[in-house]
């Protein structure tokens, strides 16, 4: 055991001798070690509670009679159950408005300890801002006569979802929708920074028509959302210590890879029919807190006696990624987890698509078997055709059969190719893009884009015309991100071109695709200072996203891409100074995501985006003066881009990411007077960013958000005086930005060159990239306000 591990090492072996020991002898166990290793004793102390517990245990009877009694307009019938804090009674309106049937949830009887009645009212306020098909309502709630409070919540007749899956031997593919739901229900819980941390089969039903409904918040919390702020602790909270997370049981602080753990629990019982960890009380603890991995699911279902009908999946239809993602989600430690329920739902989807899944190193060797996998029948053609031809079974006597496998063989040929275009575009370009290597990128772009337009266009099918779209997509961004803005906008007008043929089909997915295509071109036009044809650009793309919601209200993607292009028009608009239209746009990108649920897998794609319109309505407050007000968008989004660079770390674009929103906030909190929690977030990132210049110098993104880190730090450092480290880092963006600095595409970079400049006193040699700018309506961060007070002032 390695030596980090050695605590859970000694907490085990004491527990283990003092669960034999007398109460007297146990406590000088105790005492001994609170001398010897005093910070474990915490550890163990919480572990010996659970002594003597049963892992599953109902509480106590409550002696008080409920039912026959008026709970505002319902009247209780009988009990349902009960758990670790209430009692659950079935009850009926009984008012005469309507027929309804309820559960109402009371606090079990006997004197009301401060603790407990916290705990129930934040269940109460947890469940109001809860609203998603798979979380039971919350109805209403109230107060009785002698102070005891009660919820009433719809009432949920279902299954537990492991027996449910077990009384009609559901195969995995069924098990995996019905934990799907499961996912979309806990990611919204998280989306509203909430955390259950009490999943198990018993609160997870399964009603008749297969629809799961999570239920009982009792011991839920929410969530810290300031930057910085700990998780909650769970304190002496009731839990399922056999399907509570390491950190959970110990008391410390938990996060969403706590219930991320307690879903992996569900799912390994799902899969194997059994549990993780057998056993009871204080030894059932000690295997959760110290096993760093439990055994395979596959392995414990092969290993399991079988009598009878199955009722679980076939060890043999599993196992590999799915063994991978189950473990990964158990994870002794959290930071080792799926940061989300959403990371772990689509990572689950890759897993039944057949693509590489982020729990297994994304090998060579991997990747090839999951692209075999995917594309079995043409790559068992191809490989039966080179072995037909290889041993010399093709008859050659008929011309016309000749003639016939010729274009057979052709048709193979081209279908290979397919293949392989789609294996690069895809696997390979997943693989390269997020770790910036635009020197790999650009040429298998450039390479793709040679074959299609080898082939005569007419001989394209719809297919190929949509793989060749996405082809010349890439390559725009490629050369986009590379600062060949001129080259990039020829591609991707050739790419619109496609998607406007293709459009015309009427259908939904061509419509998105235009869309998706349209905001693209108009960044990149605004990246090269073309601001009417990108605003022209972006009206065209809203115009189509709202016409193409109207018609297909129900599709979950137009619905956000009709936000995503008012989020460009205010980024048009900020970037031209207009601040005032910049902010009504941002607000009404937000106001279209406030309603917005999207189902698996988009629901990532709508954090993503409401986290990016946080950071631009928070930009805008702060040009505008109003820190307080920009603080909380601001902390929202740096949080969220924090959260995904630690997810990802090595990919630069979770790096480069974080970078805007981290130096909004630093800037915001210097206006605040708190210059230092700005240092102290900013210099680790910092480090980060020129780690990932050095391995690909010619990606202008990194360079650029590197220069805005650097600029951020260079202020931080004047302001407590340091004013030769301030001069330091400003000379180190004009010497990182220098390669780029001979040409006028990448306004960005000019921008923070003149920056640079002005802060150095070096007024002259800002002048002519200054003028340049203005020249062209430049208007980033009062850029025009800056260069007038340095008196740079374009010509009247």
């Avoid at 390695?2 to 109460?23: F, G, H, M, N, Y």
């Avoid at 719809?462 to 996405?470: D, F, G, I, L, T």
Wanted: with cysteine; proline share 6%.
């Amino acid at each position: 055991m390695s030596d980090a591990s050695q605590p859970w090492k000694r907490i085990r072996d004491v527990v283990e001798k003092t669960l034999e020991l007398s109460a007297e002898e146990r406590w000088a166990v105790l005492q001994e070690t609170r001398l010897e290793r005093p910070e474990i004793l915490p550890s163990i102390e919480r572990v010996l509670e659970y002594e003597g517990k049963r892992a599953d245990a109902a509480a106590p009877a409550s002696e008080e009679g409920w039912e026959g009694r008026r709970l505002g307009p319902y009247e209780v019938l009988y009990e349902l159950g009960r758990g670790g804090m209430g009692a659950v009674y079935l009850a009926e309106r009984a008012d005469g408005e309507f027929e309804q049937e309820v559960a109402i949830k009371v606090i079990q009887g006997g004197p009301l300890d401060e603790e407990t009645l916290a705990r129930f009212l934040d269940e109460r306020q947890i469940l109001a801002r809860l609203v998603h098909p798979n979380i039971a309502r919350l109805l209403d709630g109230g107060t009785t006569p002698e102070g005891v409070p009660y919820l009433v919540m719809e009432r949920i007749e279902g299954e537990p979802i492991t027996s449910y899956c077990r009384a009609r031997g559901l195969s995995l593919e069924e098990r995996l929708d019905l934990f799907r739901q499961v996912c979309e229900a806990v990611d919204q819980a998280h989306r509203s920074l909430v955390v259950h941390l009490d999943l198990k089969p018993g609160n997870i039903l399964v009603v008749g028509d297969g629809q799961v409904k999570l239920l009982d918040f009792g011991v839920a919390k929410l969530l810290d959302s300031r930057p910085g702020a700990a998780g909650p602790s769970v304190g002496s909270s009731p839990m399922t210590p056999r399907y509570a997370s390491p950190e959970q049981i110990l008391g410390e602080p938990v996060s969403t890879a706590s219930d991320v753990y307690s879903l992996g629990v569900v799912l390994y019982e799902l899969l194997s029919g059994t549990r993780p960890f057998p056993g009871k009380g204080a030894r059932l603890v000690l295997k959760v807190i110290e096993v760093e991995r439990p055994m395979p699911p596959s392995q414990a279902a092969a290993t399991r006696p079988v009598s009878g009908e199955r009722s679980s999946p076939r060890p043999r239809d599993f196992g590999g990624d799915l063994d991978r993602i189950v473990l990964k989600a158990m994870a002794r430690n959290p930071y080792e987890r799926y940061g989300s329920a959403a990371e772990l739902a689509a990572d689950l989807e890759r897993y039944r698509e057949h693509r590489p899944v982020s729990a297994v190193p994304w090998t060579a060797s991997y990747r090839l078997r999951k692209f075999v996998r995917r594309h079995r029948p043409s790559v068992v053609a191809g490989a039966l055709l080179l072995l037909t031809l290889g041993a010399g079974l093709v008859a050659r006597s008929m011309e016309a059969a000749k003639a016939q496998r010729e274009r057979d063989a052709a048709q193979a040929a081209r279908n290979r190719a397919e293949d392989l275009a789609s294996f690069m575009l895809r696997d390979l370009w997943r693989n390269l893009e997020p770790l910036g290597r635009l020197d790999l990128l650009g040429p298998v772009a450039h390479r793709l884009k040679d074959y299609y337009e080898s082939r005569p266009p007419e001989t394209l099918s719809p297919v190929e015309r949509q793989r060749k779209a996405e082809v010349l997509g890439a390559l725009g961004s490629v050369l986009n991100d590379s600062g060949d803005l001129p080259a990039a906008l020829q591609v991707l007008d050739e790419q619109l071109r496609l998607l406007e043929a293709d459009a015309r089909s009427g259908e939904a997915p061509a419509l998105r695709r235009l869309v998706e295509g349209l905001s693209f071109a108009a960044s990149v036009q605004r990246n090269g200072m073309f601001y009417e044809q990108a605003l022209t650009t972006l009206n065209r793309a809203r115009q189509l996203a709202e016409e193409g919601h109207r018609r297909f209200p129900d599709d979950p993607e137009l619905g956000l891409l009709t936000a995503k292009v008012s989020d460009e028009i205010g980024i048009q608009r900020y970037d031209l100074g207009d601040l005032r239209a910049a902010s009504e746009a941002f607000e009404a990108a937000w106001g279209r995501l406030e309603g917005l649920q999207a189902p698996s897998p988009n629901s990532l794609a709508v954090d993503d985006l409401r986290s990016a319109v946080a950071l631009h309505r928070g930009v805008v407050l702060e040009d505008l003066g109003e820190y307080q007000r920009a603080l909380p968008p601001l902390s929202f989004a740096l949080d969220y881009t924090v959260s995904l660079h630690r997810r990802h770390p090595g990919e630069w674009l979770h790096l480069v990411n974080v970078v805007i929103p981290l130096t909004s906030w630093s800037r915001v909190q210097r206006e605040l007077g708190s210059s230092e929690a700005g240092r102290e977030r900013l210099l680790p990132i910092l480090d980060e960013l020129r780690q990932a210049s050095s391995r690909d110098p010619t990606n202008v993104e990194i360079c650029y958000q590197l220069s805005v880190a650097l600029q951020e730090a260079s202020n931080l450092e004047k302001d407590q005086g340091r004013t030769e480290e301030a001069r330091s880092l400003l000379e180190e963006i004009l010497e990182r930005t220098e390669p780029f600095a001979a040409t006028s595409e990448f306004v960005y970079v000019l921008d923070a060159r003149v920056r640079a400049f002005l802060g150095l006193g070096r007024v002259e040699e800002a002048r002519g990239p200054a003028l340049d700018l203005l020249a062209r309506g430049w208007g980033h961060q009062g850029f025009a306000e800056l260069c007038s007070r340095h008196g740079i002032t374009p010509p009247a």
